[in-house]
Structure formats: structure tokens, C-alpha cells
T-cell receptor, first 107, second 115 residues
């Protein structure tokens, strides 16, 4: 599986957009980019995934660069409940989690 | 939204005892997974299961671990002789189809404490 690199932590002000970066420079053509989050030791929760096009759903937007070597998860209006560890995962086989980014949304 | 359920939510067991952690995946899902998370560490893949057999397992999943789908609804993880270092949150997950094309739904976990 392609290795991903994420910053260990980020802060975001409540109501502002949270932009979480992920590098996956060794991604191959048929590997998907998935984002999950884990709120305080609960089970990981799916957010969004994509292959090469930008994606948007009710939770977030996913921007994948044209060369697919990096992506950004955007939470458009972060709330306190979005405080969590966010995982960027590149999948061709089974899903392996990295260390993720701990996002803290501050009032 | 459909959900994966796990029981019990918390289990305490003595070192050397066998434990069985239970999971009810989402009913039309075909792929099943177990992960664990030691306190303060990352979520670690243990095993995936499809068509009544293990499809992939990690180096953590040694002979002390086994998985089973004993009936049409349950998916279990057995640890034969627990060790202190098996203390962790264990998460079950399921997905509908090909793993790279479908999102996985996770249960809320079983906290296993080995004393």
C-alpha cells in the first residue's frame, strides 16, 4: 500500500474551514484515497473517498491534485464536534491506518 | 444508517484465559475485518475475512488469534490464551463489496482488559 504522510496535529477555529493535507507520493493508478476520522476512541468513521476527481458529500470535500500525489480534506465549517483524529488512507488491499492528524477545533 | 454492533463493550479477563469478541456486521456486507487499538496508539489491522475464509492477515494475527463466522450473522474474534499486551480496543468492520471500492463501517469497539 502507498504510504501516506499527514501532519500530527492541527488547530482550527470554530466556524472556519479546516483543511487537512495528506501526501501520498507513491500512490499507484488504481489506489483510492479514503478519509476516516476517530472521535475519542470510538470506531473510525468514514468521511469520503476518491480516485482522481474531486469529491464532495454532506460531511466534507476531497481535493486530489492532478498528479494524485497529495490530497486535502476540507471541512467547510468546522464545529467543536469535528475534533478528532483524521486518517488519510490509500487503499488497494486492506485498509491500514497511519498515525493521522489530530484536529482540534477551538471556540 | 446501518451499523455494526459489537459485544461486549468491555471485557475483563485473566491472563491465559480465552476470550471471544463478537460482532454483527451489516446484513448485506460481504467483507469483514478486525482491528485493534492499544491505548494511545494507532488503529492496527488484524485480519480480513471473505467468503468464509481469511483473505489477509497482519503479523499481529498469530496462532493465538482466530476468526469465525459461526452463523449467518455473527463474526467472532477468538484469542486463545490472552496476554497482558492484548489489552486494547478491538474494532470490527464490514464492507459491502470490493474493499478498495467501498467504505467500511466500524463498530464501537470492545475494550479488552487483560489482568
Amino acid at each position: 500500500d502507498a504510504k501516506t504522510t499527514q501532519p500530527p496535529s492541527m488547530d482550527c477555529a470554530e466556524g472556519r474551514a479546516a483543511n487537512l493535507p495528506c501526501n501520498h507520493s507513491t500512490i499507484s493508478g488504481n489506489e483510492y484515497v479514503y478519509w476516516y476520522r476517530q472521535i475519542h476512541s470510538q470506531g473510525p468513521q468514514y468521511i469520503i473517498h476518491g480516485l482522481k476527481n474531486n469529491e464532495t458529500n454532506e460531511m466534507a470535500s476531497l481535493i486530489i491534485t492532478e498528479d494524485r500525489k497529495s490530497s486535502t480534506l476540507i471541512l467547510p465549517h468546522a464545529t467543536l464536534r469535528d475534533t478528532a483524529v483524521y486518517y488519510c488512507i490509500v487503499i488497494i488491499a486492506d485498509m491500514r491506518f497511519g498515525a493521522g492528524t489530530r484536529l482540534t477545533v477551538k471556540p | 444508517e446501518p451499523e455494526v454492533t459489537q459485544t461486549p463493550s468491555h471485557q475483563v479477563t485473566q491472563m491465559g484465559q480465552e476470550v471471544i469478541l463478537r460482532c454483527v456486521p451489516i446484513s448485506n456486507h460481504l467483507y469483514f475485518y478486525w482491528y485493534r487499538q492499544i491505548l494511545g496508539q494507532k488503529v492496527e489491522f488484524l485480519v480480513s475475512f471473505y467468503n468464509n475464509e481469511i483473505s489477509e492477515k497482519s503479523e499481529i494475527f498469530d496462532d493465538q488469534f482466530s476468526v469465525e463466522r459461526p452463523d449467518g450473522s455473527n463474526f467472532t474474534l477468538k484469542i486463545r490464551s490472552t496476554k497482558l499486551e492484548d489489552s486494547a480496543m478491538y474494532f470490527c468492520a464490514s464492507s459491502e463489496a470490493l474493499r478498495q471500492l467501498n467504505r467500511a463501517f466500524f463498530g464501537q469497539g470492545t475494550r479488552l482488559t487483560v489482568v
